[in-house]
C-alpha cells in the first residue's frame, strides 16, 4: 500500500530537549515536505527536499532542520524545542511537488 | 509567505444540500488544487487542474480552474455527513515551481 509514515505521532516533551520525526514514504517520491499545522493559520511549510541531499528552506524555518541521505526518508529535527513549536505536523512526498501525499500527522507538545 | 483567500471560512449545511467554495489569488497560477482534511488525519488530494477552464470531476465533487487563472471553485452536489472536514485549496504560481501555496481552509459541517 502506498503511504507515507511518520512516528511518533503523538508527542510530548520540554524545552530544550532534542527530538526527531521521521518521515518515511514508499512510493519512490523524489519530492518531501514538511509542514505545521495551527488554528487559524492553516498549513505552513517548513522545509522541502527536491531529491536526495537538496534540502531548502520553506516559510517557517526556524528552529528546524532536516536531513535527506536517503530518497524514502525525511526526518524533521528540532534541536532545542520551545513552546512555540507545539503543533500539529505533517510530512508530505509527491513525485512531482504539488500532488502531495500526507502522512498521518504528529502532535507535538513542548512544555 | 504568500497565501490564497478561500471562502467561505466555515460552512454548515443540511445534509442533501449542495455547496460551493472558492479560492482567488493575486498573481497567474498554472495548477490549482483543492485537498480534503478529516478529523485527525491529513489532507488528501481531490482534484488537480492544470489549464485555465478546466472543469474536472470526481464523485459528487466539481472543481474549476478559472479563467483569469487566479481562481479556483470546488462545488459539491446533495451533501452527506462524510463530506464533513476542511477543504483546501493550493495552487502553484507562475513564478516558482517548487512550491505550493495554500488557502486557510474551509470547514464544512453537515447536520444529517
Known amino acids: 500500500e502506498a503511504q507515507v509514515t511518520q512516528n511518533p505521532r503523538y508527542l510530548i516533551t520540554v524545552t530544550g530537549k532534542k527530538l526527531t520525526v521521521t518521515c518515511s514514504q514508499n512510493?519512490?517520491?523524489?519530492?518531501m515536505s514538511w509542514y505545521r499545522q495551527d488554528p487559524g493559520l492553516g498549513l505552513r511549510q517548513i522545509y522541502y527536499?527536491?531529491?536526495?541531499?537538496?534540502?531548502d528552506k520553506g516559510d517557517v524555518p526556524e528552529g528546524y532542520k532536516v536531513s535527506r541521505k536517503e530518497k524514502r526518508n525525511f526526518p524533521l529535527i528540532l534541536e532545542s524545542p520551545s513552546p512555540n513549536q507545539t503543533s500539529l505536523y505533517f510530512c508530505a512526498s509527491s513525485s512531482n511537488s504539488y500532488e502531495q501525499y500526507f502522512g498521518p500527522g504528529t502532535r507535538l507538545t513542548v512544555t | 509567505g504568500q497565501q490564497l483567500n478561500q471562502s467561505p471560512q466555515s460552512m454548515f449545511i443540511q445534509e442533501g444540500e449542495d455547496v460551493s467554495m472558492n479560492c482567488t489569488s493575486s498573481s497567474i497560477f498554472n495548477t490549482w488544487l483543492w485537498y480534503k482534511q478529516e478529523p485527525g488525519e491529513g489532507p488528501v488530494l481531490l482534484i488537480a487542474?492544470?489549464?485555465a477552464g478546466e472543469l474536472t470531476s470526481n464523485g459528487r465533487l466539481t472543481a474549476q480552474f478559472g479563467i483569469t487563472r487566479k481562481d479556483s471553485f470546488l462545488n459539491i452536489s446533495a451533501s452527506i455527513p462524510s463530506d464533513v472536514g476542511i477543504y483546501f485549496c493550493a495552487g502553484r504560481n507562475a513564478g516558482n515551481n517548487r512550491k505550493l501555496i495554500w488557502g486557510l481552509g474551509t470547514s464544512l459541517a453537515v447536520n444529517p
Open positions: 512510493m519512490n517520491h523524489e519530492y
Open positions: 527536499s527536491m531529491n536526495v541531499e537538496v534540502t
Open positions: 487542474l492544470y489549464k
